[in-house]
C-alpha cells in the first residue's frame, strides 16, 4: 500500500506533537508537511517546537521546515491539533481547497453536517460528510473532548442493552490535558481545581450527538440529561471519571457489566491499525483503574471500566478512565482517519 501524505496543523502544540509521535511508523500515514503559527512558520521544527515527549523527534520530522497556515500543503490531508481560535479559519479554508480535515479542535463538533466521530461508537456518522459542500472535494471531521470520549465508549453500551434517562459524571482530569505550558505549578501542585473552562457544557452535549441516531442524513440527537462536574487533578495522564446512570429498563450490575463485557465493536473487522484489542477492559479489582497503571493499556486506546455497583441515587454506578492525549485526542483522531481511508473517503489528492 503507498502511504498517504498527512500534514499536520498546530505541529508545535501538545496535541501536534503527539500526531508526530503516533504516527512514526504508521502502516498507512507518512507526515509530510508540518504547519504552524507566524511565529514558527519558516523554522526547523527541532527549532520551533519546545518537545515535551518521552522519546526524540524522529530525525526526519526534527529537520523539516515548518510552514505557515496559509501555506499551500503537499499533502493529501490533515490533522488539525490547533486551538479553536486559529481552527475557525484554517479549518474551513483547507476543506474548500479540498483538503479533508480530520479535526481535534472544539470549532465545528457540533455543526449539523460535520461528523463528531468515535469510531467504535458511531462509525455511520461519516454519511454526513455527504452534506457537506466546501468545494472540491474538501471535508471537516471531528473528534470529541477528550473527557467526552471516555465516558461516551462507557455509555453506548448501557445506551444499547438497556436505554439511558440520565447521567451523573465527576471528572478527575489530568494535566496534560491543559495543553503545554497548561496549568501553573502552584495551582497544579497538590492541588485540585474545580473548573475547567467550557468543558462542562462539552459533556453534557457531545454524548448526545454521539450516540444519536443518522436518520435521512441528520443525526437525531439523544434525549440524555447529563449532570457535570469537572475537575484538574495531580495526574500526567489519563482522565478518571466517576459516573452515575439511570437506566431505561431495570437491569441489576451483573448485567450492566455483561454489557460492558459483551460489547462488539461495529468496526472489529476492518483491521485498523490504531483500533485496540480491547476496546473496553472491566476491572474485578475494586481498586482498578488507575490512570498510572492503566491509562496506556492498548496503547492508550483502551477505554477502562471499575467499581459497577449499585447507585444509591441513580440505578448504578462505576468509574471510568481514558488516555486524554492518545485515545481522547491524537489517537482518536489517527483513528477517524484510518476509518474514513478504510470507507473509501480518503485518497490521494490532485493538483
Known amino acids: ?21 503516533l504516527l512514526e ?6 507526515i509530510t508537511d508540518l504547519a504552524a503559527s507566524d511565529r514558527s512558520a519558516g523554522s526547523q521544527y527541532s527549532e520551533a517546537v519546545n518537545w515535551i515527549g518521552s522519546a526524540p523527534i524522529p530525525d526526519v520530522i526534527a529537520s523539516m521546515e515548518v510552514a505557515s497556515l496559509n501555506t499551500d500543503l503537499s499533502c493529501d490531508f490533515v490533522f488539525s491539533g490547533l486551538p479553536a481560535s486559529l481552527a475557525d479559519r484554517a479549518e474551513p479554508r483547507l476543506a474548500s481547497e479540498g ?3 480530520i479535526s481535534n479542535a472544539k470549532s465545528f463538533r457540533m455543526h449539523r453536517d460535520v461528523p463528531l466521530l468515535i469510531p467504535e461508537v ?5 454519511a454526513l460528510i455527504n452534506n457537506q459542500n466546501w468545494g472540491r472535494g474538501g471535508y471537516i471531521v471531528t473528534n470529541p473532548n477528550c473527557s467526552t470520549v471516555g465516558l461516551t465508549c462507557a455509555l453506548k453500551p448501557l445506551n444499547d442493552a438497556f436505554g439511558l434517562e440520565a447521567v451523573q459524571v465527576t471528572t478527575m482530569q489530568a494535566l496534560s490535558g491543559a495543553g503545554h505550558p497548561g496549568v501553573p505549578s502552584l495551582d497544579a501542585l497538590a492541588n485540585v481545581v474545580p473548573f475547567i473552562g467550557g468543558e462542562e457544557d462539552k459533556l453534557v452535549h457531545e454524548p448526545n450527538k454521539l450516540l444519536g441516531r443518522l436518520v435521512n442524513g441528520a443525526i437525531q440527537a439523544e434525549g440524555i440529561a447529563i449532570s457535570a462536574q469537572c475537575n484538574r487533578v495531580p495526574v500526567l495522564e489519563g482522565h478518571l471519571e466517576c459516573v452515575s446512570v439511570k437506566l431505561g429498563s431495570r437491569a441489576n450490575s451483573d448485567e450492566v457489566r455483561e454489557a460492558f463485557e459483551s460489547f462488539v465493536s461495529p468496526i472489529r473487522d476492518l483491521e485498523l491499525p490504531s483500533e485496540p484489542d480491547r476496546f473496553l477492559r472491566v476491572f474485578e479489582d475494586e481498586r482498578f483503574p488507575q490512570p498510572r497503571r492503566h491509562s496506556e493499556l492498548g496503547g492508550g486506546m483502551t477505554v477502562s471500566i471499575g467499581r459497577i455497583r ?32 478504510k470507507k473509501g473517503l480518503l485518497q490521494p489528492r490532485k493538483g
Open 1 to 21: 500500500m503507498t502511504k498517504l501524505r498527512a500534514g499536520i496543523l498546530g505541529a508545535t502544540g501538545a496535541v501536534g506533537q503527539k500526531f508526530v509521535e
Open 25 to 30: 511508523g504508521h502502516p498507512w500515514f507518512e
Open 99 to 101: 483538503y479533508p480535515v
Open 122 to 126: 458511531n462509525p455511520d456518522h461519516i
Open 310 to 341: 449499585p447507585c444509591e441515587v441513580l440505578d448504578h454506578k462505576f468509574v471510568v478512565l481514558s488516555h486524554n492525549t492518545i485515545r481522547g485526542a491524537a489517537g482518536g483522531a489517527i483513528l477517524n482517519a484510518e476509518l474514513l481511508l
